[in-house]
């Protein structure tokens, strides 16, 4: 039989070009391949009434479920147009009110960033300043204590060799000098007697001046200052970096903070030329020019480290941060300092008297020595404090930019668009 004479069952579709007898649910024919769109006609589906689909306006069996052609519910649309009320007409131009929508305000408050919770990059007052540096220190504390010992442990042991050395060729001297307690009861003696005259010879003694002795006074001394010039730009870079990511609410990466020093190692190390410049400059006033001289340095680590500028060319970017805003900087050095200072204060006796008692049980009961190589290695507590150092001036860094350029701004509008 041809099938072009096969009888149409229900649910199924003749198609008009080669009379191939086709389901409800295909749009094109399987026969001829032509589209089935416009086939479905009360003649292939006798005494069927038929539905357009609400989607795609093909035509549909009434008893259909879903559209032949594109899958939507029939169903849904026929339960809608039943259930349907008549919506009222728009609003003509005259009757329609104008509509306000409220603009929320402009964010003022802390930007939350990953792993912060919250942090404000905006400027700081000095306690603000201050308490935010002894939390990135607590954050950061065995990755800026080993930056630290790095530094401190060879000027230490080199001062221990230098200290030596002189107390070989002036015994009495150099034990008065690191507080030897016989020492300074020969001197009390002395003074209370009223033999002045002899106390110089009594507490000099005779200057033992040979070439090796005086040698390894000459090799300590270089081996001092060589190893504060050349390990100290290390301690500088990884101590602003670590700042830095931690100020940003940004996990610590102490392996990114090492890279970057070693990628702006020479110029650190040219910062510290500027530092040693400066500082002789300064304390050729009296010491008194340190305290308007160092402050204008503050900002010469960051700027190297972080906006990639030479020790030179930093120097320019340094006087534009500081603005009309000198005094406030110099006051917040000040303070800094002294913190640091009363710090320091606290940790040297202590390490001074650790060592004397270990050098104690070592050398013989009543050797100076002993004296002379714990007040050596009193520099030592420079590995807790100095690092505070560091990072509140990192953080002087942030403020100013903040105040005189709108750092957390610029921080604030990349951070809202990747939200």
């Not at 700081?124 to 504390?141: S, V, Y």
């Not at 000459?218 to 602003?240: D, E, K, Q």
Request: net charge neutral; hydrophobic share 50%; proline share 8%.
């Amino acid at each position: 039989m041809d099938v072009t004479e096969a009888p149409v069952m229900d649910g199924a579709q003749r198609c008009r070009h080669c009379g191939a007898i086709n389901a409800l649910t295909f749009s094109v024919c399987r026969s001829c391949g032509r589209p089935l769109a416009d086939e479905v006609t009360t003649e292939s589906a006798p005494g069927a009434s038929l539905t357009s689909c609400p989607a795609c306006g093909a035509p549909n069996l009434a008893t259909a479920a879903q559209c032949r052609l594109c899958g939507s519910s029939l169903r849904a649309a026929e339960v809608a147009a039943t259930s349907a009320v008549p919506a009222p007409p728009p609003p003509t131009c005259q009757e329609a009110s104008p509509v306000t929508v409220p603009v929320p305000a402009p964010t003022v408050g802390p930007i939350e960033m990953p792993g912060s919770g919250g942090v404000d990059l905006g400027p700081m007052t000095l306690p603000k300043c201050l308490d935010r540096a002894f939390a990135i220190l607590k954050r950061n504390f065995g990755d800026l204590l080993l930056a630290a010992t790095v530094v401190h442990v060879p000027m230490a042991l080199a001062l221990a060799l230098m200290m030596w050395a002189q107390y070989r060729m002036n015994p009495n001297l150099i034990a008065l000098i690191t507080g030897d307690t016989g020492a300074l009861g020969t001197l009390w003696e002395g003074v209370t007697s009223g033999e002045l005259s002899q106390l110089g010879p009594l507490l000099v003694g005779e200057n033992t001046l040979d070439v090796g002795t005086y040698g390894l006074v000459m090799i300590g001394n270089m081996l001092f200052y060589g190893v504060l010039w050349l390990t100290y730009p290390w301690l500088w870079g990884v101590a602003a970096v670590l700042t830095m990511q931690t100020h940003l609410g940004r996990k610590p990466d102490p392996r990114e903070a090492w890279r970057a020093t070693r990628r702006n190692y020479w110029q650190l190390v040219a910062v510290g030329m500027v530092y040693g410049a400066a500082y002789m400059a300064g304390s050729s006033c009296l010491w008194i020019g340190l305290a308007f001289i160092m402050p204008l340095l503050v900002y010469l680590v960051p700027v190297v480290m972080f906006e990639e500028r030479g020790a030179v060319d930093a120097l320019p970017r340094v006087f534009r941060l500081i603005g009309r805003d000198y005094g406030r900087i110099v006051w917040w050095y000040l303070v800094s300092y002294a913190v640091v200072v009363g710090v320091q204060a606290g940790l040297e006796p202590a390490v001074d008297v650790l060592c004397r008692a270990i050098f104690g049980l070592i050398l013989p009961e009543g050797s100076a020595l002993a004296s002379v190589l714990a007040t050596s290695l009193r520099p030592l507590a420079a590995i807790v404090y100095v690092p505070l150092l560091m990072v509140f001036r990192t953080l002087m860094y942030f403020d100013a930019r903040a105040r005189q350029e709108a750092f957390d701004l610029q921080v604030r509008v990349p951070s809202a668009e990747g939200a």
